[in-house]
């Protein structure tokens, strides 16, 4: 079985702070991807990364950057974390191959005060 | 129009009866499509893959496939309430990337 783990499940930091989220697959996946997932807006994709030291913006990127030094980890930063940062983020993986599904880790509830 | 709609609910069924949740997508080109299934507070779980046209079943769930209206279903036989989730339908998107669109998702509510 495909395991994504994500480093914490719920998180709380201060506005302004730097917050690291961090994200391990055990399946060799050469695509990895980060998402935020708020009510009525559903899943939204922040960046991915289909190798490494290779990235991409998603569709919001703004007020995140994204790590990946090795292939299993890819980090999720907020460079100045903000109260509108506040929710759900989703990692994913998936084999780069055509017709490949997303495999989700369990989530970071994040929430900004 | 969105690259990707479903029906965001609430969907209602009596234990034991059919579920069917369906999903319309945009980009004609489109070749593989999944559904997960979310329950409350907890993270997009895969149920199912479909990659040609017509049905394929696992289980007492079925997706089904139409790239001509281009639409995709899901239908769930016999319910329950178990089944109560939000399930999203996936579009993987052109070119090479692995990226999916995602739906905004189907809640549906199995009642005893």
């Known amino acids: 079985d495909v395991k994504v783990t994500q480093s914490s499940r719920y998180l709380v930091k201060r506005t302004g702070e730097k917050v690291f989220l961090e994200c391990v697959q055990d399946m060799d996946h050469e695509n990895m991807f980060w998402y935020r997932q708020d009510p009525g807006l559903g899943l939204r994709l922040i960046y991915f990364?289909?190798?490494?030291?290779?990235?991409e913006k998603g569709d919001i990127p703004e007020g995140y950057s994204v790590s990946r030094e090795k292939k299993e980890r890819f980090s999720l930063i907020l460079e100045s974390a903000s109260t509108n940062q506040t929710s759900m983020y989703l990692c994913?993986?998936?084999?780069?191959?055509?017709?490949?599904?997303?495999?989700f880790g369990d989530g970071t509830r994040l929430s900004i005060l | 129009q969105k690259e990707v709609e479903q029906n965001s609910g609430p969907l209602s069924v009596p234990e034991g009866a059919i579920a069917s949740l369906n999903c319309t997508y945009s980009d004609r080109v489109s070749q593989s499509f999944f559904w997960y299934r979310q329950y409350s507070g907890k993270s997009p779980e895969l149920i199912m893959s479909i990659y040609s046209n017509g049905d394929k079943e696992d289980g007492r769930f079925t997706a089904q496939l139409n790239k001509a209206s281009q639409y995709v279903s899901l239908l769930i036989r016999d319910s329950q309430p178990s089944d109560s989730a939000t399930y999203l339908c996936a579009v993987r998107s052109r070119g090479n990337t692995g990226k999916l669109i995602f739906g905004q998702g189907t809640t549906l509510q199995v009642k005893p």
């Open positions: 990364s289909y190798d490494v030291k290779m990235k």
């Open positions: 994913a993986s998936s084999w780069r191959g055509g017709g490949q599904p997303q495999h």
